[in-house]
């Protein structure tokens, strides 16, 4: 059971969108979620994608040690919907007063649990190596918060020292008809600066090129990058709403994994080799991993069952009807409480030898009758009993059973029938 649920988890990591949709949600919902409604929607009907969705109620938390408006109290937990477990939030922080950094972080720290941000982005970052202490002492302010995702907007190039600081870095923030994707190649995306820990807004983009641009989230996607935002907008200081034919996007962003661009060249085309190559890969892992999730239910649907002992039953007529008779048709006790052929203990209550054997190996309700008086065995006139010989009760049976019959009596009393416990059903 251990082992399917890891299975499972495994599964559902690989089916997660490599590339990542950014949201920058800065206008104020209602006190009904309204103003959200559309966008929530769209976190939970694409499960399988990540949504880091950005929010700032008054150009960061508002006032210091103070609690949100009643609007965030009851709609931040909407962009978190159990549908999508990959939904993170993120209290805005603007780092050009730097004064008030951490007294914002610790506003955010100081709501409750249902509506805190999950992570913190600092914006209008300067991403060089000289005020790398100033921001790491931010970054580090914020995990001793219990902030568990910290995110950058540098809006361009930053320093790979910035890269093991943080888990995403904005390094392009501008117009959709200047980004060029494919600088996003062998300089950019390196060992220090990994494009999977970087993200592009994109923005004066027409309402359809953001509903249709699936060519170029492919590349993006192909190139590994980490997340991605477009809207018509010229700057996310404009933004009052979500942009234009925006579900088509996440859904563009959604289906953009794994994926090579149609044409390329140079190092991107390497990187799209790369990318294919990783898809078949990650395909034949994925193939295996349902394979064994297949065996891991139908394990679960059909568990092994304990198969029943079972007892032999002996199918010779003979033997049928000496476990059948009545008690006074088994072997009597001789004329000094012996069975023929064994000393004489006449008064030691113990028994022994096979008379021993056949009290061990019979129901209790025969214990009584080879406990009891039988009739005498023959006279000692008669000839001396032959080996292995069994006497009947009856007062007309003088001879006994052959060998053969006593072994298979033996082999019945050594794996008797099941009896019912009402004694008078045997």
Same mark, same amino acid.
């Given at each position: 059971?251990f082992f399917c649920r890891i299975v499972r988890t495994l599964v559902f990591a690989l089916s997660l969108s490599a590339t990542r949709v950014i949201a920058p949600l800065y206008h104020n919902p209602d006190s009904t979620c309204a103003a959200w409604d559309s966008?929530?929607? %769209?976190?939970?009907?694409?499960?399988?994608?990540?949504?880091?969705?950005? %929010?700032?109620?008054?150009?960061?938390?508002?006032?210091?040690?103070?609690?949100?408006?009643?609007?965030?109290?009851a709609c931040v937990q909407n962009l978190r919907p159990s549908a999508n477990p990959n939904a993170i939030v993120l209290g805005y922080v603007d780092t050009k007063s730097a004064s008030t950094v951490l007294a914002d972080i610790d506003t955010y720290a100081g709501?409750?649990?249902?509506?805190? +941000?999950?992570?913190?982005?600092?914006?209008?970052?300067?991403?060089?190596?000289?005020?790398?202490?100033?921001?790491?002492?931010?970054?580090?302010?914020?995990?001793?918060?219990?902030?568990?995702?910290?995110?950058?907007?540098?809006?361009?190039?930053?320093?790979?020292?910035?890269?093991?600081?943080?888990?995403?870095?904005?390094?392009?923030?501008?117009?959709?008809?200047?980004?060029? +994707?494919?600088?996003?190649?062998?300089?950019?995306?390196?060992?220090?600066?990994? $494009?999977?820990?970087?993200?592009?807004? /994109?923005?004066?983009?027409?309402?359809?090129? $953001?509903?249709?641009?699936?060519?170029?989230?492919?590349?993006?996607?192909?190139?590994?990058?980490?997340?991605?935002?477009?809207?018509?907008?010229?700057? &996310?200081?404009?933004?009052?709403?979500?942009?234009?034919?925006?579900?088509?996007?996440?859904? =563009?962003?959604?289906? &953009?994994?794994?994926?090579?661009? @149609?044409?390329?060249?140079?190092?991107?085309?390497?990187?799209?080799?790369?990318? $294919?190559?990783?898809?078949?890969?990650?395909?034949?892992?994925?193939?295996?991993?349902?394979?064994? %999730?297949?065996?891991?239910?139908?394990?679960?649907?059909? +568990?092994?069952?304990?198969?029943?002992?079972?007892?032999?039953?002996?199918?010779?007529?003979?033997?049928?009807?000496?476990?059948?008779?009545?008690?006074? /048709?088994?072997?009597?006790?001789?004329?000094?409480?012996?069975?023929?052929?064994?000393?004489?203990?006449?008064?030691?209550?113990?028994?022994?030898?096979?008379?021993?054997?056949?009290?061990?190996?019979?129901?209790?309700?025969?214990?009584?009758? /080879?406990?009891?008086?039988?009739?005498? @065995?023959?006279?000692?006139?008669?000839?001396?009993?032959?080996?292995?010989?069994?006497?009947?009760?009856?007062?007309?049976? =003088?001879?006994?059973?052959?060998?053969?019959?006593?072994?298979?009596?033996?082999?019945?009393?050594?794996?008797?029938?099941?009896?019912?416990?009402?004694?008078?059903?045997?």
């Amino acid at each position: 059971m251990f082992f399917c649920r890891i299975v499972r988890t495994l599964v559902f990591a690989l089916s997660l969108s490599a590339t990542r949709v950014i949201a920058p949600l800065y206008h104020n919902p209602d006190s009904t979620c309204a103003a959200w409604d559309s966008y929530t929607k %769209i976190i939970q009907n694409h499960p399988h994608t990540t949504f880091y969705t950005i %929010i700032n109620p008054n150009h960061g938390p508002g006032t210091a040690n103070s609690q949100p408006r009643g609007g965030y109290q009851a709609c931040v937990q909407n962009l978190r919907p159990s549908a999508n477990p990959n939904a993170i939030v993120l209290g805005y922080v603007d780092t050009k007063s730097a004064s008030t950094v951490l007294a914002d972080i610790d506003t955010y720290a100081g709501w409750q649990p249902t509506y805190r +941000p999950t992570g913190i982005f600092l914006d209008n970052v300067t991403a060089t190596a000289e005020n790398l202490e100033m921001y790491s002492g931010y970054v580090s302010h914020a995990k001793s918060k219990g902030f568990t995702f910290t995110g950058l907007n540098a809006g361009g190039p930053a320093d790979a020292t910035y890269f093991p600081l943080v888990d995403l870095i904005n390094t392009y923030s501008g117009a959709y008809s200047s980004f060029n +994707p494919t600088s996003f190649s062998s300089s950019a995306n390196s060992d220090s600066t990994p $494009i999977s820990k970087q993200s592009v807004w /994109l923005f004066d983009t027409s309402p359809s090129t $953001i509903g249709s641009s699936s060519g170029l989230l492919n590349q993006l996607g192909a190139a590994g990058l980490g997340a991605v935002f477009m809207s018509n907008e010229t700057t &996310a200081v404009g933004l009052s709403g979500l942009p234009p034919n925006f579900a088509a996007f996440v859904g =563009d962003v959604a289906t &953009a994994k794994n994926l090579a661009p @149609s044409s390329s060249s140079g190092p991107s085309a390497s990187s799209s080799s790369q990318a $294919i190559v990783g898809g078949v890969l990650g395909g034949l892992v994925v193939f295996l991993v349902l394979v064994v %999730i297949v065996l891991c239910m139908r394990r679960r649907k059909h +568990p092994s069952e304990m198969t029943p002992f079972q007892v032999a039953t002996p199918t010779n007529p003979a033997c049928d009807a000496s476990i059948n008779a009545p008690p006074d /048709l088994w072997p009597p006790r001789g004329s000094e409480g012996t069975f023929p052929g064994e000393p004489s203990i006449a008064s030691d209550p113990v028994m022994s030898g096979k008379r021993a054997l056949m009290f061990a190996t019979t129901p209790p309700s025969m214990h009584q009758s /080879l406990r009891g008086t039988h009739s005498p @065995s023959p006279s000692a006139s008669d000839s001396s009993p032959a080996a292995h010989t069994i006497y009947s009760s009856s007062a007309t049976s =003088d001879a006994g059973a052959s060998s053969e019959d006593w072994d298979r009596l033996m082999l019945a009393q050594q794996n008797p029938p099941p009896y019912s416990p009402n004694p008078t059903q045997h």
